[in-house]
């Protein structure tokens, strides 16, 4: 299948906003983190546009995509209800905040349902291209991988911002208010998203195994195109798979985070985190695509 560099850009970017939103409303929850609450508010929803945006990209004509919206089994409608349904809440979020005595602060119950949200969008977000024609993409493994980028972005990213931190603030004073919790999630996010990442690795290297073998077959439509060798696509694909989205995209954030917890030099192990988890999340979509064959049309 052609790579869908909107797709591909929308897939990483929502991930990357819901799991910053969920990061920050679980920092709510052990009130720690409080000067990074409006920044990670604000980058998460710049984040959620530009997917957003992204996605448009991907239509010749996008003003029928309001077609599809009468089927609630449709994947791209399950995904809107989704983006409406936490863009509310993250609104209500802002609202609460802003409101609350210290400008940071939002009930628990607002938190966790803030946490939970963002699982589902990205779930929902993933769920949409699982699909029995397509053997590579076939897996819940896929589920899991996205939402593993979704917990090593987003807790980096807020704990870079913590870091930054503003002019008057005292090193003693960022540590303090960071606290344990928001040093310990990327590192615990950064684990999560090496394990999918593996997992899913695994998977599609085995996938040449998954497609149906049709024998000699010849297409009218298509007289001096041969068919593709399943096998041999998959193995194509591995330098890309093992080198990129793994070693890079897994094992570096988890370096980086570990580096980063030990340290606590966020300013320097979070970018490093996150720049590796983004390009490793690009490579193990681009594999994606490239493995996107039919289960019988082999082209």
Not at 1 to 16: R, S
Not at 110 to 120: D, G, I, K, M
Not at 143 to 148: A, D, N, P, W
Request: glycine letters at 10%.
């Amino acid at each position: 299948m052609e790579l869908q560099w909107p797709l591909i850009l929308f897939t990483t970017l929502v991930a990357w906003s819901a799991g910053l939103f969920g990061t920050q409303a679980l920092m709510a929850v052990f009130g720690v983190g409080k000067r990074a609450q409006v920044p990670a508010w604000v980058c998460s929803a710049v984040l959620l546009a530009a997917g957003g945006i992204a996605v448009f990209f991907h239509l010749e004509h996008w003003e029928r995509i309001f077609n599809g919206f009468g089927h609630l089994t449709s994947g791209i409608t399950q995904e809107l209800i989704a983006i409406v349904v936490l863009a509310a809440v993250a609104v209500a979020y802002l609202v609460l905040m802003r409101k609350s005595d210290d400008g940071a602060s939002v009930p628990k119950w607002l938190a966790w349902l803030s946490v939970a949200l963002s699982v589902v969008l990205v779930a929902v977000m993933a769920h949409s291209y699982t699909m029995a024609a397509r053997p590579a993409w076939d897996s819940v493994l896929w589920i899991l991988y996205v939402l593993g980028n979704a917990c090593v972005l987003g807790p980096a990213t807020f704990a870079l911002i913590l870091a930054a931190g503003g002019p008057g603030d005292q090193p003693a004073e960022r540590a303090a208010d960071a606290g344990a919790p928001a040093g310990r999630t990327p590192l615990i996010g950064a684990a999560l998203n090496a394990l999918a990442a593996l997992a899913f690795a695994i998977f599609l290297q085995l996938s040449a195994g998954s497609f149906a073998d049709v024998g000699l077959y010849f297409d009218p439509t298509h007289p001096t195109k041969a068919m593709a060798d399943a096998a041999a696509t998959v193995g194509s694909q591995a330098p890309l798979l093992w080198l990129g989205a793994v070693a890079v995209g897994a094992i570096v954030p988890l370096a980086a985070a570990f580096m980063g917890r030990r340290t606590g030099n966020w300013k320097i192990w979070a970018p490093v985190a996150i720049v590796a988890a983004l390009v490793g999340a690009v490579c193990m979509r681009v594999v994606f695509y490239n493995l996107g064959l039919s289960v019988f049309m082999f082209y």
